[in-house]
């Protein structure tokens, strides 16, 4: 009998084993709220566009007669058209605004931080006192702004009435995302100038480029991984903007401020329930994010 003893086998799971499932334990808590709060959600919404159901009888599938019924729906079409528009207005102002406070604070300007901290309050802060500050400022009656321009010499019946005017509605619920929300992108603007090559501006200056031809020319090219992410973040919170049109316009003058996520709203909870048919506007709604996104993507590419 030989005086060695084999070694005994490992007890257990394999070491590899143990280590995948710890690691899945990790994902597994995100993963299973995922699949509850957003992944199941989503594919009974996409099921429910082709049925017809009010919450209280039973599910009834009626293929695709609900987007049949949108190219009739009025509101649909305003809400859509809306949508439209205040993401073309949103986007671009917004856009400039941010960049242009960030090249503005990134500067060695005396107070600088307090600025910073006073542009990004109002992203911060509570959207229905912000919201009701603003209702005050832009009051067709009694605001500041409205009397300014009274002592400026317009006329009484030629004052705006903003947020309760049909023509000026979108312009205030615009201008009030736009204020509210330049901060934020200004955060990340903050951060993309941080991140570029001063070197790059001082060889420029050497070589005579004015600060204008320095920005388009050397800083903005560097800005472009940014930008992009900047535009793709607004357009998205622009096709589902809902919080501001709610506590500025409630959708109104009529549908003059009505956007698809308040028109979803409206058709799931507000009015009698039709969980297929607002199932079926979310799905138009989501397909013109997509559309939007993929053009995005496909022009960043190009110009890389």
């Avoid at 799971?13 to 995948?20: D, G, I, V």
């Avoid at 049925?51 to 609900?66: K, L, P, S, V």
């Avoid at 199932?279 to 939007?292: G, R």
Wanted: with cysteine; aromatic share 14%; net charge neutral.
């Amino acid at each position: 009998m030989s005086g060695t003893t084999a070694a005994a086998p490992e007890k257990g799971l394999p070491k590899k084993l143990r280590e995948n499932l710890i690691a899945y334990s990790f994902i597994a808590p995100n993963f299973i709220g995922f699949c509850i709060f957003t992944l199941v959600p989503m594919v009974f919404a996409i099921c429910l566009a082709f049925c017809d159901w009010d919450g209280a009888h039973a599910i009834e599938f009626i293929g695709i007669q609900n987007f049949v019924d949108l190219l009739d729906d009025d509101t649909f079409k305003a809400s859509f058209v809306n949508t439209i528009v205040y993401t073309v207005g949103t986007v671009p102002l917004t856009l400039v605004c941010s960049l242009g406070l960030a090249l503005l604070l990134n500067q060695k300007v005396k107070f600088r931080n307090l600025f910073r901290t006073v542009s990004f309050f109002p992203y911060v802060a509570s959207l229905v006192a912000v919201a009701a500050v603003w209702n005050m400022i832009f009051s067709p009656s009694m605001g500041p702004i409205n009397q300014l321009l009274a002592a400026l010499g317009v006329a009484q019946e030629n004052l705006p009435r903003w947020a309760a005017g049909k023509d000026t509605a979108m312009i205030t619920v615009i201008l009030f995302s736009v204020w509210k929300n330049m901060g934020y992108y200004m955060v990340i603007y903050l951060a993309g100038l941080q991140g570029t090559n001063p070197e790059l501006n001082e060889a420029a200056e050497l070589d005579g480029a004015n600060k204008w031809q320095i920005f388009w020319n050397v800083t903005l090219p560097q800005l472009r991984p940014t930008t992009f992410f900047v535009i793709i973040m607004l357009t998205i919170n622009s096709f589902k903007v809902y919080d501001q049109m709610y506590m500025i316009t409630q959708g109104g003058p009529g549908n003059a401020t009505m956007t698809l996520v308040y028109d979803i709203y409206n058709v799931a909870f507000v009015n009698t329930p039709r969980y297929g048919y607002a199932s079926a506007i979310s799905m138009v709604l989501f397909i013109l994010v997509l559309i939007v996104t993929l053009i995005q993507f496909r022009g960043s590419s190009a110009n890389e």
